[in-house]
């Protein structure tokens, strides 16, 4: 079991920065993908970003590579996501998820544990 808690949400105006951190607890050992989603009202949720354990490999949507950083510090069991030149359409709240096996890192399905969310504003 891994119980994964995000922080860090807020209200930013646009071209602002924001840094969300997903703290887990538990079976941490076993985490293998840990994943950003997020959600905004009426819409799916959608992937953001992933790291992998196995050699720190980073992926990203095409919506947010180039503003977005994914990185994880493995002593103090921590995922962060740093968010840079921030928009409008990134408003959502954003969701950490952990799983302790392999599968498509950008699907929902793949991953076991989630956070509860923390919500993100970025204004015009």
């Known amino acids: 079991q891994v119980q994964p808690v995000e922080s860090g949400g807020g209200s930013v105006q646009a071209g602002g920065s924001l840094r969300l951190s997903c703290a887990a607890s538990?079976?941490?050992?076993?985490?293998?993908?840990v994943g950003w989603f997020r959600q905004a009202p009426g819409k799916e949720r959608e992937f953001v970003a992933a790291?992998?354990?196995?050699?720190?490999?980073?992926y990203y949507s095409n919506s947010v590579k180039g503003r977005f950083t994914i990185s994880r510090d493995n002593d103090k069991n921590t995922v962060y996501l740093q968010m840079n030149s921030l928009k409008p359409e990134d408003t959502a709240v954003y969701y950490c998820?952990?799983?302790?096996?392999?599968?498509?890192?950008?699907?929902?399905?793949?991953?076991?544990?989630w956070g509860q969310g923390t919500q993100v504003t970025v204004s015009s």
């Open positions: 998820a952990v799983t302790s096996r392999f599968g498509f890192l950008d699907s929902r399905e793949t991953y076991d544990y």
């Open positions: 538990g079976r941490t050992f076993s985490m293998y993908l």
């Open positions: 790291t992998r354990k196995s050699d720190s490999g980073t």
